[in-house]
T-cell receptor, first 112, second 112 residues
Framework: AQSVAQPEDQVNVAEGNPLTVKCTYS??????LFWYVQYPNRGLQFLLK??????LVKGSYGFEAEFNKSQTSFHLKKPSALVSDSALYFC??????????FGPGTRLSVLP | DADVTQTPRNRITKTGKRIMLECSQT?????MYWYRQDPGLGLQLIYY???????NKGEISDGYSVSRQAQAKFSLSLESAIPNQTALYFC???????????FGPGTRLLVL
């Protein structure tokens, strides 16, 4: 069975500093990995995904994530955080695109 | 995403009542999903459907049922609501196995 861990409930970062939101996963076979963002009173919005190919994936709003197979990780990164990046971030994994499993979410606060 | 709509957006009901949450999509996707979100637990899959004739239970289907009336419509029913079904419910769609999921705005349900 698939599982996703997001070890930090909350991440605080100063505006302009780099940010990292961590995600580790467990799945048999090749994973499909996703990051979504949720703003208050909104549904989840897609940021980026890894299916195959280059381990560094670039997505929306300047975010990127690196797939590390040996560490079973897919950390979300951004070189320079904005206050508007403050939101709830979810990592998700699926096996061959079926049975998506979401992590518990990490709340990112970017301080001005 | 405006292509995925959910009704109602908010609902208060009493224990034992039957309620239905509706989801419609204009993206032309075959796959549709129902999730519930609870604080600190991320999203949990209730049911999913890969086409009109294909309905599958997710990880927390007990107490819920679904109906796929058409490619564009997927309804979630609580036959006899109970307080621990108080949550935020999301519908999502996707176009295939490696496809991004697109989420509706959510329905906030309170069961008294």
């Amino acid at each position: 069975a698939q599982s996703v861990a997001q070890p930090e409930d909350q991440v605080n970062v100063a505006e302009g500093n780099p940010l990292t939101v961590k995600c580790t996963y467990s799945v048999s076979g090749n994973p499909y990995l996703f990051w979504y963002v949720q703003y208050p009173n909104r549904g989840l919005q897609f940021l980026l995904k890894y299916i195959t190919g280059d381990n560094l994936v670039k997505g929306s709003y300047g975010f990127e994530a690196e797939f590390n197979k040996s560490q079973t990780s897919f950390h979300l990164k951004k070189p320079s955080a904005l206050v508007s990046d403050s939101a709830l971030y979810f990592c998700a994994v699926s096996r061959y695109g079926q049975n998506f499993v979401f992590g518990p979410g990490t709340r990112l606060s970017v301080l001005p | 995403d405006a292509d995925v709509t959910q009704t109602p957006r908010n609902r208060i009901t009493k224990t034992g009542k039957r309620i239905m949450l509706e989801c419609s999509q204009t993206k032309g996707h075959d796959r549709m999903y129902w999730y519930r979100q609870d604080p600190g637990l991320g999203l949990q899959l209730i049911y999913y459907s890969f086409d009109v004739k294909d309905i599958n239970k997710g990880e927390i289907s007990d107490g819920y049922s679904v109906s796929r009336q058409a490619q564009a419509k997927f309804s979630l029913s609580l036959e006899s609501a109970i307080p621990n079904q108080t949550a935020l419910y999301f519908c999502a769609t996707s176009g295939g196995s490696a496809e991004t999921q697109y989420f509706g705005p959510g329905t906030r349900l309170l069961v008294l």
